[in-house]
């Protein structure tokens, strides 16, 4: 192994052949022939007795061939560096940027790779918390089918090459302003790269340039440009809200700063005590959303039906001659007497709590209603409370009519260089726009992005990107702190930083990401303390004192009145279905897709994972005559394209949901055909919400991988919830819902009163169901993806998964979730029947898996009650490829085939952090130790700890009113209790039916 | 028929176990380097080399850069040290043989062990002795647990962790048992110690 481990190995040296970066058929066959005992996979009818007896002879042939101890070699450093050496864990902060906000993480990486990211506890926004993207972005750096090579015309050239031809292109735009020149490239708020987009304006004036991602939140930006004369950047507060109305908005996942809104939510919904307040939601929405699932009333409707809503409850606020300039309610305009006193409740409510309330609308709604959530809040008083506008600095704000003005000026052919600047049009591009004939007009083509993407094949140059963990940089987070990006490893697959070509773009010149970035902080830190300040923003990775100036700007009244008197007039089309374009929960727009934890997520509300089924309610179901999995051609804007449909309690009548991201045909084992792409639907002018779509039944049906049913509890209670009300009438609601005779055991129990003795509390009311603790898990746990087939058999290897329950009625149903991961019962009903002792109980209440003694008799699984237990059915990790591998945590084994698996409360934690406590010589304090999913939850809703504390949260918890045990009436004594859900109805509207939870018809 | 079965039994419990199996595995390494004239003769202490012993997981065998640290004007010429220079000047690492080996499925932590007064002499045996190392323990499961469930005769003070010569005196048992009380010491027994 001749490597120099002295500079971290790039990315060709990962590859040892060819085949085996294309996985081509004979490698396959290379590998799996190393193993005789495999020969019959999944069908080849090979009984277990003859599987025995060929397994039986191989091995004896193998001892007897060898007796000799396989060599293991150590291999050193030549020079070590100081930190980082095998055993030590170094952290390093940056940021992760998306859109128009950036969240500071800390990164912990193994021996110069990094292997788990966390969120920052320097970053007030943050908090120490990460989302499910955050948490899923460090395999997207291992990806490996991440481009490689510079493309010139097909063949592999270099940087040189390409700078040598580029600077010809550079000399001549200089000199006419650079007026064929055209950049496309996502929005973002940077300061470094707006330098350098700057530099690129002052050497070409006249270039277009485009700002432009498929989701965005553009139409919130136009809505408060609208309302208040200029474009500023939206921040909620929900912690200050008593009353949240929600207009189709997935605030606390995905509209927005979801990490800060899901912790100032969780802060209004955190109940201690039957004298505790609660805030309220309310959401109108089409589609089930992930927040609106959290929701004490929801009222469904369509989207576009949602601005006349708004217009209807913004009368009913004005009523006292407040005097907002309003549009009259059009004459057709009709809401059942149901809807009616709905708003007039959430009008009083709202009302009550002036200033202490809050209205968000989601990206999809139009840039007219957005404006008059604006103007309604400012009269609830909500302005600079609740709900801030900031003047955004070093920002791009995104743009489609720049990008329709570039895709016509294509079309002219007066583009002679179009730049690709981490864009793919080809996949995303609205499909009116048709950018895919419309690059072939452009003389040369650039195409900077880290994969060989859909949008390549068009491309004269393909630069490889580097990922942010592998780049400098610096973000704006959505208040203005500044976030610095720091990368954690050299790139390893060759690619250039965003920031550094982006200066090679600007001046023909190539220079380092590192450099640049100094530059422009050698401006804002003062001279004669630049490096230690340098030395402690790079510690910090947060640089606050540069926040964004607020002001809450009056709304313009007559200008909203007018245009959206001109939005709710507008005719659209009554036949068909109205058609929502949603980003999916899990890969957003689609850059996730070929990111396999992201497609292995089962979305929280359909419970599907690797499938974008078109979501319709049970009654449209009904009218086209369509059930689960069938297939049905939706067209619309004459495209077309054939979907399974997959039916969604709760979702609204008379409209479809298509989720974006799917069925991409790039060279990504991941993402290539898993899905549907919805993409070629969609337009520019109505990129979220469109109307006339046709729906035509085919004959096929489509299995999908489905999870709702996986780890069924057969109905038992295992979710207990009541009303704020019942609960303060009632505080012993919870223990009471299930009555039991006194719980005797039939021997003699450990009295596990001395040491450590871990527990966990897991909050029902804080969970809102955003999955970022099964990420987090999957991160940290080395949990490998299993596919859709397996997934579909119910062999999905999650430790912790979110259970989701509908109750009540099945168009209008509630939505409860419940993570569940191990209860590491003291009385362990699987530990009693492991025939080898494989799983045991440790004295610190842990039960505990030991993988090499498992023989695979599954017997465990079988007896655990909360089929928690999983098993590696195959070798799931036999072909993990190289570059997946460094993303791996070293410290958790790597299981086996035949080996079950289970959450372990993160015992390597426990053990690390009691190890170094020892060495310290102190003991452990609460919050030492944090179980991966207790650290990323953004809502605080896992506590975990030493239940023999008094002062630890998790102790103060399991002392709570709600605290309860799941299955507890089995005797089995779980240590991980659930706080029982409330809910905050309005005594006003009818309450919704409470008590266990049943499964949805669905 | 019996003592056929029993001969078997015996056959296999003497010659299967890692007693047999493990102990003594002395393999050939790329450099012949010998603790005996560096740990034995000159007195080098362990942690000179191993420097991460006392702070993390791993003990570490030393870079090249350290050997040089001594040896860029010491012996320059010696055959020996030839592997060693190649090494330096031509920036590849020496690759050397593992021999102290637990399965990758069980944890190993050396700072935990050093820092409560396990001798490195106790697992690794008195490597100032040896020219090339052997392994001298078998580092199985059961031989950890001897220890685990009564450390007492293997503790020794702090400051004699790495004296090979160091012999347990007649107060060992007063001794450690106020090292236990004083360091809480109370190692593992259950899996969730080393298995994760």
Redesign the interface.
């Known amino acids: 192994?001749?490597k120099?481990?002295?500079t971290i190995a790039r990315g060709k040296d990962y590859w040892r052949s060819l085949d085996e970066l294309a996985d081509s058929p004979e490698f396959r066959k290379f590998v799996e022939s190393e193993f005789p005992e495999e020969a019959g996979e999944l069908s080849s009818g090979l009984s277990r007795r003859k599987f025995l007896s060929v397994m039986g002879a191989s091995l004896a042939f193998a001892g007897l061939s060898s007796?000799r101890?396989p060599?293991?070699?150590?291999?050193?450093?030549?020079?070590?560096p100081a930190e980082g050496?095998?055993?030590?864990k170094l952290f390093y902060a940056t940021a992760h940027t998306h859109g128009l906000s950036a969240q500071g993480q800390v990164v912990e990486s193994h021996v110069g790779r990094p292997t788990k990211i966390e969120g920052s506890t320097r970053h007030d926004l943050v908090n120490g918390k990460s989302n499910t993207r955050m948490q899923a972005s460090v395999l997207n750096l291992y990806d490996p089918d991440r481009s490689s090579e510079i493309i010139h015309d097909g063949a592999v050239s270099w940087i040189e090459a390409f700078v040598e031809k580029y600077s010809e292109i550079h000399k001549a735009s200089l000199e006419n302003g650079g007026q064929d020149l055209a950049l496309i490239m996502p929005s973002f708020a940077s300061p470094s790269l707006n330098r350098q987009l700057q530099l690129f304006r002052d050497s070409f004036p006249a270039a277009r340039i485009a700002a432009w991602d498929p989701v965005s939140d553009e139409n919130v930006h136009r809505g408060i440009e609208l309302a208040a004369g200029k474009k500023m950047l939206l921040h909620t507060d929900l912690s200050k809200a008593k009353v949240i109305l929600g207009l189709d908005s997935d605030f606390l996942h995905s509209d927005g700063e979801d990490l800060y809104n899901a912790a100032g939510y969780a802060q209004g919904r955190r109940v201690r005590s039957e004298n505790d307040p609660m805030s309220r939601y309310y959401a109108v929405e089409s589609a089930y959303s992930i927040s609106a699932s959290n929701a004490d009333h929801r009222l469904r409707m369509k989207s576009s039906e949602i601005p006349l809503f708004t217009l209807k409850l913004a009368h009913t606020l004005n009523h006292k001659g407040r005097g907002l300039l309003l549009p009259e309610m059009p004459a057709d305009a009709y809401f059942t007497p149901a809807q009616e006193k709905w708003i007039s409740v959430l009008a009083e409510d709202l009302e009550n709590n002036r200033g202490e309330c809050l209205i968000l609308a989601g990206r999809n709604q139009s840039p007219e209603l957005h404006a008059l959530v604006y103007a309604l809040n400012e009269l609830l008083g909500n302005s600079g409370r609740t709900v801030r506008y900031y003047d955004a600095e070093d920002t791009v704000f995104p743009d489609t009519d720049a990008l329709k003005s570039l895709a016509a000026d294509l079309d002219a052919g007066n583009i002679q260089t179009l730049i690709l600047f981490d864009s793919n049009p080809a996949y995303w591009a609205p499909a009116d726009l048709k950018m895919s004939s419309r690059m072939k007009k452009a003389g040369t083509l650039i195409h900077f992005s880290a994969y060989l993407d859909e949008s390549s094949p068009y491309a004269d140059w393909h630069i490889p990107a580097a990922h942010y963990l592998e780049s400098w940089g610096d973000a704006r987070a959505l208040d203005g702190q500044r976030l610095i990006v720091q990368p954690l490893i050299a790139p390893l697959f060759n690619g250039s930083s965003a920031l550094s070509f982006l200066h090679l773009l600007a001046t023909a010149e190539l220079k380092s990401d590192f450099e640049l970035l100094q530059e422009g902080w050698k401006e804002l830190l003062p001279a004669d303390t630049f490096d230690k300040d340098w030395m402690k923003l790079l510690s910090d990775g947060v640089y606050s004192a540069t926040a964004y100036s607020h002001h809450a700007l009056p709304a313009r009244q007559a200008e909203i009145k007018r245009r959206f008197a001109e939005h709710v007039a507008e005719k659209r089309d009554a036949n068909g279905l109205e058609v929502n374009f949603r980003p999916h929960s899990s890969l957003f727009d689609g850059r996730h897709a070929n990111n396999g934890w992201l497609q292995e997520l089962p979305d929280p509300i359909s419970k599907i994972a690797w499938d974008n089924p078109a979501w319709i309610s049970a009654a449209t179901a009904e009218k086209y005559g369509v059930e689960n999995g069938d297939m049905v051609a939706v067209s619309l804007n004459g495209a077309t394209v054939d979907i399974p449909v997959w039916i969604v309690p709760g979702h609204a009548d008379g409209c479809v949901t298509l989720h974006l991201g799917f069925g991409r045909w790039f060279e990504g084992r991941i993402a290539k055909g898993t899905g549907f792409n919805v993409y070629t639907l969609r337009s520019s002018d109505k990129p979220y919400t469109d109307f006339g779509a046709g729906i035509m039944k085919l004959r096929s049906k489509h299995a999908m991988a489905n999870t709702q049913d996986h780890g069924s509890m057969e109905g038992r209670p295992l979710i207990r919830e009541a009303s704020l009300e019942e609960y303060r009438n009632n505080p012993e609601f919870a223990p009471d819902m299930v009555k039991h005779p006194p719980l005797k055991s039939l021997w003699e129990e450990h009295p596990y009163d001395e040491?450590y003795q871990w527990g966990m509390v897991i909050d029902l009311n804080a969970c809102i169901g955003c999955n970022a603790c099964t990420i987090a898990c999957q991160s940290e746990n080395n949990i490998p993806v299993v596919g859709r087939e397996m997934v579909e058999k119910g062999r999905e290897m999650h430790w912790i998964r979110l259970d989701r329950y509908f109750s009540g009625d099945i168009d209008d149903p509630q939505v409860a979730y419940q993570p569940l991961g191990c209860q590491h019962c003291e009385n362990a009903p699987c530990e009693q029947v492991c025939p080898v002792a494989a799983t045991?109980?440790?004295?610190?209440g842990?039960n505990?898996?030991?993988?090499?003694r498992c023989i695979g008799t599954r017997y465990c699984a079988n007896n655990c009650p909360y089929k928690v237990r999983r098993f590696n059915f195959y070798n799931f990790t036999k072909d993990t490829p190289e570059t997946l591998k460094m993303a791996m945590n070293p410290?958790?084994?790597v299981r086996f085939r035949g080996v079950m698996e289970k959450c372990?409360f993160c015992?390597?934690r426990?053990?690390n952090a009691k190890?170094q406590a020892?060495?310290e010589?102190r003991g452990l304090k609460d919050g030492d130790v944090q179980t991966a999913c207790q650290q990323s939850c953004p809502t605080h809703a896992i506590s975990f700890g030493n239940i023999l504390d008094q002062k630890a949260e998790v102790t103060v918890l399991k002392g709570n009113n709600r605290n309860y045990a799941m299955l507890a009436e089995l005797n089995i004594k779980p240590r991980n209790t659930y706080l029982a859900k409330l809910r905050n109805p309005h005594p006003a509207l009818s309450a919704p039916k409470t008590g266990p939870a049943e499964h949805g018809k669905a | 028929m019996i003592g056929g079965a029993v001969a078997t039994v015996g056959f296999f419990w003497y010659f299967g176990s890692p007693k047999f199996?493990?102990v003594g595995?002395r393999?050939a390494q790329p450099v012949e380097y010998s603790h005996k004239v560096h740990a034995g003769d000159l007195g080098i202490d362990c942690r000179y080399c191993h420097t991460?012993v006392?702070?993390?997981?791993?003990a570490?065998?030393?870079?090249?850069?350290?050997c040089m640290n001594c040896h860029i004007i010491v012996k320059t010429d010696s055959p020996k040290m030839r592997p060693v220079n190649e090494?330096?000047y031509s920036?590849?690492?020496?690759?050397?043989?593992?021999v102290h080996?637990v399965?990758?499925?069980a944890?190993f932590?050396?700072?935990?062990h050093i820092?409560?007064g396990v001798g490195c002499e106790t697992c690794h045996g008195n490597v100032a002795e040896m020219e090339e190392v052997m392994l001298v323990e078998t580092l199985s499961m059961g031989w950890c647990l001897d220890c685990h469930n009564d450390p007492a005769p293997n503790l020794r003070p702090l400051s004699e962790v790495t004296n090979m010569a160091y012999v347990p005196g007649p107060e060992q048992k007063a001794f450690a048992e106020a090292l236990i009380a004083e360091?809480?010491i109370?190692p593992?027994i259950?899996?969730?110690?080393c298995?994760?």
């Open positions: 192994m001749k120099d481990l002295n007796c101890r060599v293991e070699k150590i291999v050193p450093y030549v020079k070590a050496l095998p055993g030590e040491g045991s109980h440790d004295e610190e842990l505990v898996m030991t993988y090499n410290e958790v084994s372990t015992t390597q426990i053990n190890i020892k060495n010589g | 199996t493990d595995y393999p991460q006392e702070r993390t997981a791993k570490m065998v030393p870079p090249t850069q350290t090494s330096w920036n590849q690492p020496i690759e050397w043989v593992k080996k399965p990758d499925y944890y932590d050396h700072s935990a820092s409560v360091k809480n109370n593992p259950n899996c969730s110690g298995h994760r």
